[in-house]
T-cell receptor, first 112, second 116 residues
Framework: EDKVVQSPLSLVVHEGDTVTLNCSYEVTNFRSLLWYKQEKKAPTFLFML????IEKKSGRLSSILDKKELFSILNITATQTGDSAVYLC????????????FGGGTRLMVKP | DAGVIQSPRHEVTEMGQEVTLRCKPISGHNSLFWYRQTMMRGLELLIY????????DSGMPEDRFSAKMPNASFSTLKIQPSEPRDSAVYFC??????????????FGEGSRLTVL
């Protein structure tokens, strides 16, 4: 079964809107959760979360982890067309040597 | 640092041909990963190496796929014989590795493979 599930699968918004992307996971030996942004090429790193309740923030993007409920959200405020991408969530487990299990991604399109 | 370097960037081949994809990880990174990305299945881990040793190859689809890492600066992923269902983007990624370093992977630009 899928270990990492993202929702929604896709999303279309207009510039200036705020979006919330969801990632739920089910692993036995959680170590960290990571968010990546993928435009046309390679995924690029956004955030790594290891502790519940501590918000990570970078400009208009922010993310938080809930280890009790096993999910994370990625918020993007005041969206811009440049935010259009696939957002990937991945989970790392202990004793798995940095090996990441990725969710299916959320495809975000921001219209002018 | 130039980042993770992959070649070729694009390859179009015919069914039955051998395909070799190459990767140079970031210098000093001890772990190397091969992922495959398709629309249907997303990013799937094929194999990962730590200190040039294959640690987990459970994601390798079948015997047609093989991967090697002869030294710390080079890895190959080979498909022989290739099939149309192997068409995908193949990413190589590297990380510092080790139990004290958590998760951030640095991805190459990918090799887009099309098997006709």
């Amino acid at each position: 079964e899928d270990k990492v599930v993202q929702s929604p699968l896709s999303l279309v918004v207009h510039e200036g809107d705020t979006v919330t992307l969801n990632c739920s996971y089910e692993v036995t030996n959680f170590r960290s959760l990571l968010w990546y942004k993928q435009e046309k090429k390679a995924p690029t790193f956004l955030f790594m979360l290891t502790s519940s309740g501590i918000e990570k923030k970078s400009g208009r993007l922010s993310s938080i982890l809930d280890k009790k409920e096993l999910f994370s959200i990625l918020n993007i405020t005041a969206t811009q067309t440049g935010d259009s991408a696939v957002y990937l969530c991945a989970v790392e487990e202990h004793n798995a040597g940095n090996m990441l299990t990725f969710g299916g991604g959320t495809r975000l399109m921001v219209k002018p | 640092d130039a980042g993770v370097i992959q070649s070729p960037r694009h390859e179009v081949t015919e069914m039955g041909q051998e395909v070799t994809l190459r990767c140079k990880p970031i210098s000093g990174h001890n772990s190397l990963f091969w992922y495959r990305q398709t629309m249907m299945r997303g990013l799937e881990l094929l194999i990962y190496f730590n200190n040039n040793v294959p640690i987990d190859d459970s994601g390798m689809p079948e015997d047609r796929f093989s991967a090697k890492m002869p030294n710390a600066s080079f890895s190959t992923l080979k498909i022989q014989p290739s099939e149309p269902r192997d068409s995908a983007v193949y990413f190589c990624a590297s990380s510092l590795g080790g139990t004290s370093n958590t998760g951030e992977l640095f991805f190459g630009e990918g090799s887009r493979l099309t098997v006709l």
